[in-house]
């Protein structure tokens, strides 16, 4: 590998205009592809095959009226509640927005509200009907029986009287006709008023059911109105979002505020913010420092820049194929900058040490394409690899971002190792300032200066925190994984759940909808369940409408379960909604526990009322995909982990280094983990971090962070490892390696680090707020990694075992093939071709 990347470079720096316009085609290409075909991104988290979608399909095939998707807009009048002016103005743009192609319907707060208040009146008032009728029937029945009474005596009397029977017939046939008459109005009198007291019954349960639900809070002050619209929320354009938020405001004419909930407010049709810039100009500032010069500082950028275009370009391009998330781009967009920079710097700092020493420029950039650019290839392998392997889990949503990220990697790596060899055939010196290159050239001039350099070296290495690290390894040792252990308590107390409004920043739109609404009607209204029952078939009318009541108060008797109503049925009863308001917020411990409970009562409802009942709606389907990816958390860390120690042991040719690595990684993660539980889950620091409303913690954010995290601790690792293990090819003691590789690489490595920990924590305070504590969870992870695990841990321990750290056993040495990622087959600098050294002995 190092061999052809050797002649990569070479090949790079003579034909740098071939390479730069093969780059900027594919640029132009990507470019114009994306602008033409890209697609609408959503944040749909939906899982083929769980019950919340299979149900979601069966509503929309059988109530296509209930399976759109809706979002709430909740009005806030001043002191002394809705003048008329403001129940008017809030009426008027309800109306407006039934206007738009994308609105179904909307509820009125008001009008529902006043249904609701006056059910009980009128339940009254119909119960005193009823009373007045019964008693008006009692008394026609009382009437009826003495008329009965007097037919029988006179009956009596005529037959005593020895009347024939034409005679009895003709003088009681016509009183016999009127009590005839009189007993069918009875019947149809106590029909009617049984029908009545049915719809009473009904309307009583009604009321029962919906009396915990309010629109018009009791204040007065606070009310709030449902949009329904024709598609599911994930499916809004931009422009539709815009259009509803528009028409709400207007009511501010009136003196009322209108505050539109996330799902309407929620805008991912932009990937950068003023935060991720900041983020870019702190990695160009680093740059700057550790180069010296804005044009070898502006390097790492361009090609950053360059492969985050192709790449992210390239998944935008893809986007009209496949339903993509916003994380998608933006994790790809992370990824790209953050290992775009890195990797190109990697390359640059190389070929700028080895031209200080005074290698020719062409051969210094060909070698540090064949040394730096094969630790490049490696590293973003082991990236590659962890986030390729997002597909195992079988979650689309997952699988489309893993490969967006994977792939704009993949293009990192490759612009690394063809367009950074170019420009810097392109600048030349220019890439070393000019008293740099004044005090390299004296010294170079000075006789014997190359040993004199080594010894140097090999002195300097003592010193520093890599000397201070070798000088106490046990304590250092201790010290990291005392720190990382501590950092990682709080993560045995992680729980997963998509976030909801209150998880937006406190400024936000959709923060203020989401605190008024809790406050003003409970958090459960923020994240209602839908609940569809499948009845039996050829239900009349009255028995459906039973039915549903049944059902509801079924649903009504499970723990935190505020109300439970039925919303909708089907034109054949077949199909029935109901809609469950829980005592806590979607993303709440108590919300997923009634969720499971509700599930928990499918086989008695069936049992009892041959009902199928199923849960689906944004409230379930988020439970479900915490779960599933909960479950798919040990086989995706398995594969992973797997996968990257048979890449590290063909790398190092060593057992210790990639078990080392790993377990570095596994301490490093946990910690990661920890901080996000005591930052987004348990509100530390949350005036800092802008967490307003501490909770649950993204639920996909593990198995990304995983993934990224493993990719990038490996990085480092190879970056650190690579350098001891060139230095003990080339002779050193196993000990001394240590000092010295470290030493070589500790400078480029804080750079990269600092960079990539500068760009991810730019994303903290991201518009999109699912990237946020991700941001939060890679920057604190990259870096405990890179200066607790890589620069403390690994020298601490790979100094203590010394010649152990590269033991291997000699049948395995035979059969692993030779990657030589240090280069050892590149030597004798300045030579116009790479000659072949002698393979290092493996160590036994």
């Given at each position: 590998?190092?061999?052809?990347?050797?002649?990569?470079?070479?090949?790079?720096?003579?034909?740098?205009?071939?390479?730069?316009?093969?780059?900027?085609?594919?640029?132009?290409?990507?470019?114009?592809?994306?602008?033409?075909?890209?697609?609408?991104?959503?944040?749909?988290?939906?899982?083929?095959?769980?019950?919340?979608?299979?149900?979601?399909?069966?509503?929309?095939?059988?109530?296509?009226?209930?399976?759109?998707?809706?979002?709430?807009?909740?009005?806030?009048?001043?002191?002394?509640?809705?003048?008329?002016?403001?129940?008017?103005?809030?009426?008027?743009?309800?109306?407006?927005?039934?206007?738009?192609?994308?609105?179904?319907?909307?509820?009125?707060?008001?009008?529902?509200?006043?249904?609701?208040?006056?059910?009980?009146?009128?339940?009254?008032?119909?119960?005193?009907?009823?009373?007045?009728?019964?008693?008006?029937?009692d008394a026609s029945r009382a009437t009826l029986e003495a008329?009965?009474?007097?037919?029988?005596?006179?009956?009596?009397?005529?037959?005593?009287?020895?009347?024939?029977?034409?005679?009895?017939?003709?003088?009681?046939?016509?009183?016999?006709?009127?009590?005839?008459?009189?007993?069918?109005?009875?019947?149809?009198?106590?029909?009617?008023?049984?029908?009545?007291?049915?719809?009473?019954?009904?309307?009583?349960?009604?009321?029962?059911?919906?009396?915990?639900?309010?629109?018009?809070?009791?204040?007065?002050?606070?009310?709030?109105?449902?949009?329904?619209?024709?598609?599911?929320?994930?499916?809004?354009?931009?422009?539709?979002?815009?259009?509803?938020?528009?028409?709400?405001?207007?009511?501010?004419?009136?003196?009322?505020?209108?505050?539109?909930?996330?799902?309407?407010?929620?805008?991912?049709?932009?990937?950068?913010?003023?935060?991720?810039?900041?983020?870019?100009?702190?990695?160009?500032?680093?740059?700057?420092?550790?180069?010296?010069?804005?044009?070898?500082?502006?390097?790492?950028?361009?090609?950053?820049?360059?492969?985050?275009?192709?790449?992210?370009?390239?998944?935008?391009?893809?986007?009209?194929?496949?339903?993509?998330?916003?994380?998608?781009?933006?994790?790809?967009?992370?990824?790209?900058?953050?290992?775009?920079?890195?990797?190109?710097?990697?390359?640059?700092?190389?070929?700028?040490?080895?031209?200080?020493?005074?290698?020719?420029?062409?051969?210094?950039?060909?070698?540090?394409?064949?040394?730096?650019?094969?630790?490049?290839?490696?590293?973003?392998?082991?990236?590659?690899?962890?986030?390729?392997?997002?597909?195992?889990?079988?979650?689309?949503?997952?699988?489309?971002?893993?490969?967006?990220?994977?792939?704009?990697?993949?293009?990192?790596?490759?612009?690394?190792?063809?367009?950074?060899?170019?420009?810097?055939?392109?600048?030349?010196?220019?890439?070393?300032?000019?008293?740099?290159?004044?005090?390299?050239?004296?010294?170079?001039?000075?006789?014997?200066?190359?040993?004199?350099?080594?010894?140097?070296?090999?002195?300097?290495?003592?010193?520093?925190?890599?000397?201070?690290?070798?000088?106490?390894?046990?304590?250092?040792?201790?010290?990291?994984?005392?720190?990382?252990?501590?950092?990682?308590?709080?993560?045995?107390?992680?729980?997963?759940?998509?976030?909801?409004?209150?998880?937006?920043?406190?400024?936000?739109?959709?923060?203020?909808?989401?605190?008024?609404?809790?406050?003003?009607?409970?958090?459960?209204?923020?994240?209602?369940?839908?609940?569809?029952?499948?009845?039996?078939?050829?239900?009349?009318?009255?028995?459906?409408?039973?039915?549903?009541?049944?059902?509801?108060?079924?649903?009504?008797?499970?723990?935190?379960?505020?109300?439970?109503?039925?919303?909708?049925?089907?034109?054949?009863?077949?199909?029935?909604?109901?809609?469950?308001?829980?005592?806590?917020?979607?993303?709440s411990a108590s919300t997923v526990k009634v969720v499971s409970?509700?599930?928990?009562?499918?086989?008695?409802?069936?049992?009892?009322?041959?009902?199928?009942?199923?849960?689906?709606?944004?409230?379930?389907?988020?439970?479900?995909?915490?779960?599933?990816?909960?479950?798919?958390?040990?086989?995706?860390?398995?594969?992973?982990?797997?996968l990257s120690l048979i890449l590290l042991l063909l790398v190092?040719?060593?057992?210790?280094?990639?078990?080392?690595?790993?377990?570095?990684?596994?301490?490093?993660?946990?910690?990661?983990?920890?901080?996000?539980?005591?930052?987004?889950?348990?509100?530390?620091?949350?005036?800092?971090?802008?967490?307003?409303?501490?909770?649950?913690?993204?639920?996909?954010?593990?198995?990304?962070?995983?993934?990224?995290?493993?990719?990038?601790?490996?990085?480092?690792?190879?970056?650190?490892?690579?350098?001891?293990?060139?230095?003990?090819?080339?002779?050193?003691?196993?000990?001394?390696?240590?000092?010295?590789?470290?030493?070589?690489?500790?400078?480029?490595?804080?750079?990269?680090?600092?960079?990539?920990?500068?760009?991810?924590?730019?994303?903290?305070?991201?518009?999109?707020?699912?990237?946020?504590?991700?941001?939060?969870?890679?920057?604190?992870?990259?870096?405990?990694?890179?200066?607790?695990?890589?620069?403390?841990?690994?020298?601490?321990?790979?100094?203590?075992?010394?010649?152990?750290?590269?033991?291997?056993?000699?049948?395995?040495?035979?059969?692993?093939?030779?990657?030589?990622?240090?280069?050892?087959?590149?030597?004798?600098?300045?030579?116009?071709?790479?000659?072949?050294?002698?393979?290092?002995?493996?160590?036994?």
């Amino acid at each position: 590998m190092a061999l052809f990347l050797y002649r990569l470079g070479k090949f790079s720096y003579r034909r740098r205009w071939l390479v730069i316009a093969l780059w900027l085609a594919a640029l132009v290409a990507v470019g114009g592809s994306a602008a033409a075909f890209h697609g609408t991104l959503s944040n749909n988290f939906q899982i083929p095959g769980t019950e919340t979608q299979r149900i979601a399909d069966k509503l929309k095939e059988d109530l296509p009226s209930a399976s759109g998707g809706s979002a709430t807009i909740v009005f806030e009048a001043p002191e002394g509640g809705f003048t008329d002016e403001g129940r008017a103005a809030v009426t008027g743009v309800l109306q407006k927005l039934e206007t738009l192609p994308d609105v179904r319907g909307t509820v009125d707060p008001f009008a529902t509200q006043a249904q609701v208040d006056q059910a009980g009146q009128a339940i009254s008032d119909g119960e005193q009907q009823l009373a007045a009728g019964q008693a008006q029937l009692d008394a026609s029945r009382a009437t009826l029986e003495a008329g009965k009474a007097q037919l029988a005596a006179a009956e009596q009397q005529l037959a005593a009287a020895g009347a024939p029977a034409a005679l009895v017939e003709a003088q009681l046939g016509q009183q016999k006709a009127e009590l005839a008459a009189g007993e069918a109005r009875l019947q149809a009198g106590q029909q009617e008023l049984d029908a009545n007291k049915a719809k009473l019954e009904l309307g009583k349960r009604q009321a029962e059911a919906s009396s915990a639900i309010r629109f018009v809070s009791g204040d007065g002050r606070a009310a709030v109105a449902q949009v329904q619209f024709n598609t599911s929320i994930n499916g809004l354009s931009p422009e539709t979002r815009q259009q509803v938020q528009d028409i709400a405001h207007e009511t501010s004419s009136a003196g009322v505020t209108a505050l539109a909930s996330k799902e309407i407010t929620e805008d991912i049709s932009e990937l950068f913010g003023a935060a991720e810039i900041i983020g870019i100009a702190v990695a160009a500032l680093v740059l700057i420092i550790m180069l010296g010069t804005l044009v070898a500082a502006g390097l790492p950028l361009l090609m950053a820049v360059v492969g985050v275009g192709v790449g992210v370009g390239t998944t935008f391009a893809l986007s009209g194929l496949f339903d993509m998330s916003s994380i998608s781009p933006m994790l790809a967009l992370m990824l790209g900058l953050a290992v775009g920079i890195d990797y190109s710097l990697f390359i640059v700092n190389r070929h700028r040490t080895q031209l200080l020493a005074g290698m020719d420029p062409e051969e210094s950039v060909a070698r540090a394409t064949g040394t730096s650019g094969n630790a490049v290839v490696f590293a973003g392998l082991t990236v590659i690899i962890a986030l390729a392997a997002l597909v195992v889990p079988g979650l689309p949503f997952l699988t489309v971002m893993g490969l967006a990220a994977a792939g704009t990697v993949a293009v990192a790596v490759l612009v690394a190792i063809t367009l950074t060899p170019a420009m810097l055939s392109l600048i030349g010196r220019r890439i070393i300032s000019r008293r740099a290159w004044a005090q390299a050239e004296a010294h170079n001039a000075e006789p014997g200066h190359e040993a004199a350099d080594e010894a140097a070296d090999r002195e300097r290495s003592t010193h520093g925190w890599g000397g201070m690290v070798t000088r106490h390894p046990v304590l250092a040792l201790l010290a990291g994984v005392l720190l990382l252990g501590t950092l990682a308590l709080p993560a045995a107390q992680l729980q997963l759940a998509l976030p909801d409004g209150g998880s937006e920043p406190l400024e936000s739109e959709a923060y203020q909808a989401y605190d008024l609404t809790a406050r003003s009607f409970g958090e459960g209204v923020t994240g209602p369940i839908v609940a569809v029952g499948e009845f039996p078939a050829n239900l009349d009318e009255a028995r459906a409408q039973a039915l549903q009541y049944d059902v509801a108060d079924k649903l009504r008797e499970v723990e935190n379960v505020v109300a439970a109503v039925p919303v909708a049925l089907s034109e054949d009863r077949r199909t029935a909604v109901f809609q469950v308001i829980p005592e806590e917020g979607p993303a709440s411990a108590s919300t997923v526990k009634v969720v499971s409970e509700l599930r928990g009562l499918n086989d008695e409802i069936q049992a009892e009322y041959d009902v199928a009942m199923g849960l689906t709606g944004q409230t379930a389907g988020n439970i479900d995909v915490s779960t599933k990816l909960g479950e798919a958390l040990p086989p995706y860390l398995a594969i992973v982990v797997g996968l990257s120690l048979i890449l590290l042991l063909l790398v190092f040719r060593s057992i210790v280094v990639p078990l080392l690595a790993t377990g570095g990684f596994l301490l490093s993660l946990a910690a990661a983990f920890g901080a996000v539980v005591a930052v987004y889950q348990w509100g530390w620091l949350g005036s800092v971090f802008d967490v307003a409303n501490p909770g649950a913690v993204l639920s996909f954010l593990p198995i990304i962070l995983i993934g990224v995290l493993f990719g990038l601790a490996m990085d480092y690792q190879v970056f650190i490892a690579s350098g001891m293990r060139e230095a003990y090819m080339h002779g050193s003691s196993a000990k001394e390696a240590v000092r010295v590789g470290f030493r070589h690489a500790a400078a480029v490595v804080t750079a990269a680090a600092i960079i990539m920990v500068s760009v991810f924590a730019g994303f903290i305070f991201s518009h999109l707020t699912m990237v946020r504590p991700l941001g939060f969870a890679m920057a604190f992870g990259v870096l405990l990694d890179a200066f607790v695990v890589r620069m403390t841990i690994v020298p601490a321990v790979m100094y203590l075992l010394g010649e152990k750290s590269w033991w291997l056993p000699r049948w395995l040495d035979r059969i692993l093939p030779d990657v030589d990622v240090e280069g050892a087959k590149l030597v004798k600098p300045g030579s116009g071709h790479p000659k072949h050294a002698k393979a290092a002995e493996p160590v036994h």
